[in-house]
């Protein structure tokens, strides 16, 4: 079934033309075809076909998910989904450039105006390097990934993903794009009564979609976004104005921030982790430990290990490392990750697995404001698969909690 929620045009997003906006849900409704139509086929081409083809040809049977790979590669059916998958995502990108591009001098205005209008910080390094992980490619075939600023005061690769992601998730976001960050407060909600951080920081914020419900279910906290990228800063600043909500935006490192130690009593990411690299994983978790009051937690909610899956479900969750730019989307789901936070100082008994039921279900179920009736049957009628990054309808979530005597 389609989606068919669609997104809040707050003041900064680009706005479409109505060849626009069909080219859009075009490329969303492509997309929904290959995820609901044409990958359930994978599974009976695997058994029925390529399986045999394989044992014949290796004189036994697949054994794990690169085994599957080699015996899927040369399938008709794996090859015309795989391809389609690509196209769907590219033309998925296409189908919201030219609405940045014409727009992009008022939209730089707009991102002044709307920054200039708010208390909150916003901090520039006109000096920064962007670590080469991500720039290097550009990732999820998004052209000029989260840090290319070609005129003063760029924003458009911001404008860009904000619409984008949205087309991404085909809508599973919500209408704010924000449905891992209102999941997130909700676990903490329910899960560490009486827990009230001063000051939280979310790692890899992007345009800060995650970041606002931060600041609304703690009103009084000092709410921090850093991201590598110049423009998804600039934009996300003038973003959370436009939205009405302070949240102070940084262009800065997580390997490596300016805080000082101690100065966070909660730290969250949101999909940042899979967009590292295996160095750059560790000196994460380790700078959120030192960035940590004695006591504060971190949440990291990114894609589930691999471990418990079985073979066929990690070779199709694999297809992102292989056809869509992800260089690191396989092997960080090979990361241990309860022992890197080990490692860097989080006592064991204090680092666990979870699950954060994702938020639009809830607000569906509930027929809350933005969630319509439609879209309500649409998410409820939904088959959340294992190929997508919330299994089941839960976002997985890494917590740790820094010892409360250092
Ligand atoms: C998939 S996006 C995150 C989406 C965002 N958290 C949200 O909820 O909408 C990954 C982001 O992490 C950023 N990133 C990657 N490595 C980083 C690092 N070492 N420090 C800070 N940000 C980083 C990228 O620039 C990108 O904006």
Redesign the pocket.
């Known amino acids: 079934m389609l989606n068919t929620f669609q997104q809040e045009q707050h003041p900064l997003l680009p706005k479409s033309t109505h060849d626009e906006s069909s080219r859009q849900e075009f490329s969303k409704s492509l997309k929904a075809f290959v995820q609901q139509g044409l990958l359930p086929g994978l599974q009976p081409v695997f058994t029925q076909r390529a399986a045999k083809h394989f044992e014949q040809q290796h004189g036994r049977a697949p054994q794990d998910r690169r085994d599957i790979r080699k015996a899927m590669e040369v399938d008709l059916y794996f090859q015309h989904y795989a391809a389609l998958n690509r196209i769907s995502q590219e033309a998925m990108w296409n189908s919201v450039i030219d609405a940045v591009d014409r727009q992009l001098p008022e939209l730089i205005e707009k991102a002044r105006d709307w920054s200039a209008k708010t208390k909150a910080e916003l901090r520039m390094d006109p000096d920064f390097v962007?670590?080469k992980?991500?720039t290097a490619l550009d990732?999820?075939c998004m052209p000029g990934?989260?840090?290319s600023e070609v005129t003063k005061d760029d924003v458009s690769v911001a404008a860009l993903?904000d619409r984008g992601?949205y087309l991404y998730g085909m809508g599973f976001?919500g209408p704010l794009?924000?449905d891992?960050?209102r999941s997130v407060c909700n676990y903490i909600r329910r899960n560490l009564p009486g827990f009230k951080p001063r000051r939280i920081l979310?790692?890899?914020?992007?345009?800060?979609?995650?970041?606002l419900p931060y600041k609304q279910l703690f009103p009084d906290a000092e709410v921090w976004?850093?991201?590598?990228?110049g423009p998804?800063v600039r934009y996300g600043h003038a973003r959370a104005a436009a939205l009405g909500v302070e949240v102070n935006f940084a262009q800065?490192?997580?390997?490596k921030t300016d805080f000082e130690d101690g100065y966070f009593d909660l730290i969250v990411?949101?999909?940042?982790m899979?967009?590292?690299s295996g160095k750059?994983m560790p000196?994460?978790v380790r700078e959120c430990h030192r960035l940590l009051s004695p006591g504060g937690y971190v949440i990291h909610?990114d894609l589930p290990p691999f471990d418990n899956m079985n073979a066929f479900t990690q070779f199709i969750l694999d297809n992102e490392t292989w056809y869509n730019n992800e260089p690191f989307w396989g092997a960080m789901r090979e990361v241990d990750q309860i022992k890197l936070a080990v490692d860097a100082g989080f006592p064991a008994a204090d680092v666990a697995f979870a699950t954060a039921p994702m938020a639009i279900l809830e607000a569906a179920a509930e027929g809350a404001a933005g969630y319509t009736d439609a879209s309500t049957s649409a998410v409820a009628d939904r088959e959340f698969t294992a190929g997508e990054f919330a299994p089941g309808g839960g976002w997985e979530v890494l917590i740790a909690r820094k010892a409360v005597l250092a």
């Open positions: 962007p670590p992980y991500v990732i999820h990934g989260y840090a993903y992601a976001a794009n924000d891992m960050g979310d790692m890899g914020c992007t345009v800060g979609h995650s970041t976004g850093i991201d590598v990228g998804v800065m490192n997580a390997e990411s949101h999909i940042l899979h967009e590292t750059a000196r994460v909610a």
